[in-house]
């Protein structure tokens, strides 16, 4: 197989099988990465050739090929997932899904961007690794080069070229002097022998990136501590970093994912290794400063209550939940991570007994209470578009909702879309309502399908019936919404979650497609010129309007001066 640098004719492209090659946009130790498109599925696509001096280096074709096989095993939403494998010309090649956009150097360099959004990836990226290590699977390279970004803020890891698959024995893998990786980011024990080594390699590895993160340069020797080196980092960082770095493995944290929760504990204002009771303490010394005003709802689960702080006058909302924790990660994340589609939440504490959540009051009211009637599909699907654009949000924060329904959309005085309760236990229970999804896990895609509910809801004045299937109801909603609304809809609500939109941002991407289309749509029937026409026809009477005004004036300034 040939792979040369493609032109601008169709024609002359180079193509691997069912892939045409567009540009290199990558060059790696062994391989070279281009950018392709699928012809079959019309679609972009990333495809990592093996470079032509490396195909008769068995060992080297091994590992190439085994990268394949690991990602393969890795189905999940935050690593780059392989779509194909072959050789063509003797060259190996797989296929993985296009990543547009930047790796986290970029962001990493970035003074825009804050360090709560920078840790926020490391999250996302311990999610991944914790799967990849419960597969069996250890990265040995995790560096910034290969966490990608996406132009909608997704997270990418990539780049197994070098994962070791535990208990599986490789020449590679049980070399003693074998050294693989990148020095900068390797743990001792890996620049010692790569074979064996352990899930806290990989840990180690994300020390050395949130001491990047923290300081702006590496660990090196001696390091001093982050806060040393930027005194504004959040309290606790130190700690989690100490700990990451740690020489000895089993000093490290034991799994990725308690790393995650960590992190999550230091962004949302906690020591990583306190209790919830100081910020509980601190929620109810707020509640201290506020005139109770009404109850707005009290049950065996807790109460929700109207209050007034004494010293401004501002109203919040205080929500109480009895014998339950639910929601209050979520809170605490939230509270720190504002958008304008989310509701305000000032507080958030917790003990076994109970949990307290301080949130703005927002004098629109629910959804709920404007259910009733049908809506023109373009107030259905602007409030359709603000409930998405904080769900967006919230998702690529690590958040998912887990019940939205009508009473946790809420709107402000403004009618802007508010969204609240995140976390929550479902109202009903483990009782299906229209808007549960079949599926009992709490997913994005389930947030997706509850809100596809809601918008059908909207569109059709009603909640779907119980007895008919949501295709038939969707064919009759044809009747009065376009054609295009409704096919995002069907999608939004497809019973199987793999067949829904994978990401907010899709839906809020074709429903822009089709705004732009209609707009078009609409200037191409108004004939050129006629915009201009229509205004100059008016333009004689409006001078002789004029004269006449002027006439009446002279005639008011003569008499006036007699």
Same mark, same amino acid.
């Given at each position: 197989?040939?792979?040369?640098?493609?032109?601008?004719?169709?024609?002359?492209?180079?193509?691997?099988? /069912?892939?045409?090659?567009?540009?290199?946009? !990558? &060059?790696?130790?062994?391989?070279?990465?281009?950018?392709?498109?699928?012809?079959?599925?019309?679609?972009?696509?990333?495809?990592?050739?093996?470079?032509?001096?490396?195909? @008769?280096?068995?060992?080297?074709?091994?590992?190439?090929?085994?990268?394949?096989?690991?990602?393969?095993? $890795?189905?999940?939403?935050?690593?780059?997932?392989?779509?194909?494998?072959?050789?063509?010309?003797?060259?190996?090649?797989?296929?993985?899904?296009?990543?547009?956009?930047?790796?986290?150097?970029?962001?990493?360099?970035?003074?825009?961007?804050?360090?709560?959004?920078?840790?926020?990836?490391?999250?996302?990226?311990? &999610?991944?690794? /914790?799967?990849?290590?419960?597969?069996?699977?250890? @990265?040995?390279?995790?560096?910034?080069?290969?966490?990608?970004?996406?132009?909608?803020?997704?997270?990418? $890891?990539?780049?197994?070229?070098?994962?070791?698959?535990?208990?599986?024995?490789?020449?590679?893998?049980?070399?003693?002097?074998?050294?693989?990786?990148?020095?900068?980011?390797?743990?001792?024990?890996?620049?010692?022998?790569?074979?064996?080594?352990?899930?806290?390699?990989?840990?180690?590895?994300?020390?050395?990136?949130?001491?990047?993160?923290?300081?702006?340069?590496?660990?090196?020797?001696?390091?001093?501590?982050?806060?040393?080196?930027?005194?504004?980092?959040?309290?606790?960082?130190?700690?989690?970093?100490?700990?990451?770095?740690? /020489?000895?493995?089993?000093?490290?944290?034991?799994?990725?994912?308690?790393?995650?929760?960590?992190?999550?504990?230091?962004?949302?204002? =906690?020591?990583?290794?306190?209790?919830?009771?100081?910020?509980?303490?601190?929620?109810?010394?707020?509640?201290?400063?506020?005139?109770? $005003?009404?109850?707005?709802?009290?049950?065996?689960? !807790?109460?929700?209550?109207?209050?007034?702080?004494?010293?401004? !006058?501002?109203?919040?909302?205080?929500?109480?939940?009895?014998?339950?924790?639910?929601?209050?990660?979520?809170?605490?994340?939230?509270?720190?991570?504002?958008?304008?589609?989310?509701?305000?939440?000032?507080?958030?504490?917790?003990?076994?007994?109970?949990?307290?959540?301080?949130?703005?009051?927002?004098?629109?009211?629910?959804?709920?209470?404007?259910?009733?009637?049908?809506?023109?599909?373009?107030?259905?699907?602007?409030?359709?578009? &603000?409930?998405?654009?904080?769900?967006? %949000?919230?998702?690529?924060?690590?958040?998912?909702?887990?019940?939205?329904?009508?009473?946790?959309?809420?709107?402000?005085?403004?009618?802007?879309?508010?969204?609240?309760? %995140?976390?929550?236990?479902?109202?009903?229970?483990?009782?299906? @309502?229209?808007?549960?999804?079949?599926?009992?896990?709490?997913?994005?895609?389930?947030?997706?399908?509850?809100?596809?509910?809601? $918008?059908?809801?909207?569109?059709? !004045?009603?909640?779907?019936?119980?007895?008919?299937?949501?295709?038939? =109801?969707?064919?009759?909603? =044809?009747?009065?919404?376009?054609?295009?609304?409704?096919?995002?809809?069907?999608?939004?609500?497809?019973?199987?979650?793999?067949?829904?939109?994978?990401?907010?941002?899709?839906?809020?991407?074709? %429903?822009?497609? %089709?705004?732009?289309?209609?707009?078009?749509?609409?200037?191409?029937?108004?004939?050129?010129?006629?915009?201009?026409?229509?205004?100059?026809?008016?333009?004689?009477?409006?001078?002789?309007?004029?004269?006449?005004?002027?006439?009446?004036?002279?005639?008011?300034?003569?008499?006036?001066?007699?």
């Amino acid at each position: 197989m040939s792979v040369s640098q493609p032109t601008r004719a169709v024609s002359s492209k180079p193509r691997i099988g /069912d892939y045409e090659i567009l540009a290199r946009i !990558g &060059q790696g130790g062994i391989a070279e990465i281009y950018k392709g498109f699928q012809l079959s599925l019309q679609r972009e696509v990333a495809i990592k050739v093996l470079s032509p001096q490396y195909i @008769h280096e068995s060992e080297i074709v091994r590992r190439f090929e085994r990268e394949a096989i690991v990602i393969a095993k $890795l189905n999940h939403p935050n690593i780059v997932q392989i779509i194909d494998k072959g050789v063509q010309g003797g060259r190996c090649y797989f296929v993985m899904e296009f990543v547009d956009g930047a790796d986290f150097k970029t962001m990493l360099r970035d003074p825009a961007v804050d360090l709560a959004a920078k840790l926020n990836v490391i999250v996302i990226v311990c &999610q991944a690794l /914790d799967f990849a290590h419960k597969s069996g699977i250890i @990265h040995r390279d995790i560096k910034p080069a290969n966490i990608l970004i996406d132009r909608r803020g997704n997270v990418k $890891l990539a780049d197994f070229g070098i994962a070791q698959l535990r208990g599986t024995p490789d020449a590679e893998t049980t070399s003693a002097d074998l050294v693989m990786g990148t020095l900068a980011y390797m743990s001792p024990e890996q620049k010692f022998c790569s074979a064996n080594v352990t899930p806290a390699a990989d840990i180690y590895s994300l020390g050395i990136i949130l001491y990047e993160i923290c300081c702006g340069r590496k660990p090196e020797g001696r390091f001093r501590a982050p806060s040393e080196i930027n005194p504004a980092i959040p309290p606790g960082m130190d700690e989690i970093i100490n700990r990451c770095l740690a /020489d000895s493995p089993g000093d490290r944290y034991p799994s990725a994912d308690e790393l995650r929760l960590a992190i999550q504990k230091v962004l949302t204002g =906690e020591d990583p290794a306190a209790d919830s009771s100081g910020i509980t303490t601190r929620v109810e010394s707020f509640l201290g400063k506020c005139r109770f $005003l009404e109850t707005i709802r009290e049950d065996t689960f !807790g109460a929700v209550y109207l209050v007034e702080n004494k010293d401004t !006058g501002l109203l919040y909302i205080i929500k109480k939940r009895n014998r339950d924790q639910s929601g209050l990660r979520e809170a605490r994340l939230l509270a720190r991570l504002k958008h304008k589609h989310i509701a305000n939440i000032f507080g958030a504490g917790g003990t076994q007994d109970k949990t307290v959540f301080v949130t703005e009051h927002l004098p629109g009211g629910s959804l709920a209470k404007r259910l009733g009637r049908r809506y023109l599909w373009k107030e259905a699907m602007t409030i359709a578009a &603000q409930i998405a654009e904080g769900l967006s %949000f919230a998702h690529k924060n690590n958040i998912v909702h887990g019940d939205l329904c009508p009473s946790n959309v809420l709107f402000d005085r403004e009618g802007a879309v508010r969204l609240t309760d %995140f976390g929550l236990p479902r109202h009903n229970g483990n009782r299906e @309502h229209w808007y549960s999804p079949p599926e009992r896990d709490r997913t994005r895609r389930g947030d997706i399908y509850s809100l596809g509910m809601i $918008l059908y809801t909207l569109l059709a !004045g009603r909640p779907p019936r119980p007895d008919r299937n949501m295709a038939a =109801e969707l064919t009759e909603l =044809e009747e009065t919404a376009p054609p295009e609304i409704v096919a995002i809809l069907r999608r939004m609500v497809q019973t199987r979650p793999a067949d829904r939109y994978q990401e907010l941002d899709e839906m809020l991407a074709d %429903f822009a497609q %089709f705004e732009r289309r209609r707009e078009a749509q609409r200037q191409a029937v108004i004939p050129d010129g006629d915009a201009g026409r229509g205004r100059n026809k008016y333009l004689p009477m409006a001078i002789a309007a004029g004269a006449i005004v002027v006439a009446v004036a002279i005639v008011l300034i003569v008499i006036l001066s007699k």
